[in-house]
């Protein structure tokens, strides 16, 4: 069972990285083919090389790794290919200002989440993950010792999938709830270290007391 990284950017490039670490079969897909090969040249036997198209065909997870708005494009460009996939949704509605201030880009009480979710055909899975914490924090919290850091997510769908590629990417899999929990763990919410936990990573049994509130 294939995982399609789609955008090799700060997140892409780190969840395959943690991914083929973990053992888990990698499709990568970009824009620019060479910077794909360079990757999964790196990664070694695990990861594949795709278009974007392909890359989603062949896999049975895919994370979309570029810009909410770029998922929103590529959800509708490639939505009679999605049925029976888990979609993987890391994004962020977050903007910066010139002096480098971020506010969030979208109306209070709706997540990110929620709105590629409703994006989505009937036949496809959802998923919050993997955009549940700053892409240095995902790289220096993998494989944490002596306890694993949580990373959250959120799914009103199948929880199987995720929590495997979770533990693969070295972390322990909590869940905070349905697709309206994405409000929760995407950033500034209470679950996110860039709001409620103030720049902390949890294990797991903090993460469920703070799931609980
Ligand atoms: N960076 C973080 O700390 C962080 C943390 C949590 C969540 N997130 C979320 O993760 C997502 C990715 O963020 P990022 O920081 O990784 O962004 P990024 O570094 O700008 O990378 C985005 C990647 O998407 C690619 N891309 C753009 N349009 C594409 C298309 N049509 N088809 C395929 N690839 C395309 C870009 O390729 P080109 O080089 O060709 O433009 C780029 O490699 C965002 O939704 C963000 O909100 C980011």
Do not use: C, W
């Not at 090799?8 to 780190?14: T, V």
């Not at 890359?55 to 909410?68: G, P, S, T």
């Not at 979710?117 to 995902?138: D, R």
């Amino acid at each position: 069972m294939a995982t399609a990284i789609i955008g090799l950017g700060s997140i892409g490039a780190r969840v395959a990285r943690l991914l083929a670490d973990g053992g888990e079969a990698v499709v990568l897909a970009s824009r620019d083919a060479s910077q794909a090969a360079q990757l999964a040249k790196d990664l070694g036997e695990r990861a594949g090389v795709a278009s974007v198209r392909d890359a989603i065909e062949q896999a049975d997870a895919i994370v979309f790794a570029v810009l909410f708005d770029v998922i929103k494009e590529l959800i509708a460009e490639h939505a009679d290919l999605l049925d029976g996939k888990l979609v993987i949704d890391p994004s962020n509605p977050i903007s910066f200002d010139e002096k480098g201030n971020a506010s969030r880009t979208l109306p209070d009480g709706q997540s990110a989440g929620s709105v590629i979710a409703s994006l989505l055909p009937a036949g496809a899975h959802f998923v919050k993950a993997f955009g549940t914490l700053p892409a240095e924090l995902l790289t220096s919290g993998t494989n944490r010792t002596p306890e694993r850091a949580v990373l959250f997510y959120a799914t009103g769908d199948d929880e199987a999938v995720v929590g495997r590629l979770i533990t693969a990417a070295g972390f322990d899999p909590v869940k905070a709830g349905g697709v309206s929990a994405s409000l929760r763990i995407e950033v500034f919410g209470d679950l996110h270290p860039m709001g409620g936990l103030n720049g902390q990573l949890l294990t797991a049994t903090e993460a469920r007391a703070a799931v609980a509130g």
